[in-house]
Nanobody, 127 residues
């Protein structure tokens, strides 16, 4: 079955950086878009970033645009989220997500476009 495993979370001071990784197994990784979402305590899950199957198109929430970068290495079955200039409001559990179907998604930012989710990795940014 499809499995997603995130890593790279931790505690960092405001202004610092972290890089999250998500390794996917159980399918041909390079045929599918990938997304990152996050959920802060007491808040709903929100879209962070997504990348198409080829890596040629990326999508970002306005709140992270210019600070976060999503990328993928299809040879390693891995998607990354480089997070720079972190802010306390970035504190959340971060999840990677994969869709059921190959190719282009109707909406890269909607959680309903994704069928598979990782267990999440905690990111805490101190002020």
């Amino acid at each position: 079955q499809v499995q997603l495993v995130e890593s790279g979370g931790g505690l960092v001071q405001a202004g610092g950086s972290l890089r999250l990784s998500c390794v996917v197994s159980g399918r041909t990784f390079g045929n599918y878009a990938m997304g990152w979402f996050r959920q802060a305590p007491g808040k709903e899950r929100e879209f962070v970033a997504a990348i198409n199957w080829h890596g040629s198109s990326t999508y970002y929430a306005d709140s992270v645009k210019g600070r976060f970068t999503i990328s993928r290495d299809n040879a390693k079955n891995t998607v990354y989220l480089q997070m720079d200039s972190l802010k306390p409001e970035d504190t959340a559990v971060y999840y990677c997500a994969a869709p059921q179907d190959m190719g282009v998604l109707v909406s890269y930012s909607s959680g309903s476009s994704y069928a598979y989710w990782g267990q999440g990795t905690q990111v805490t940014v101190s002020s």
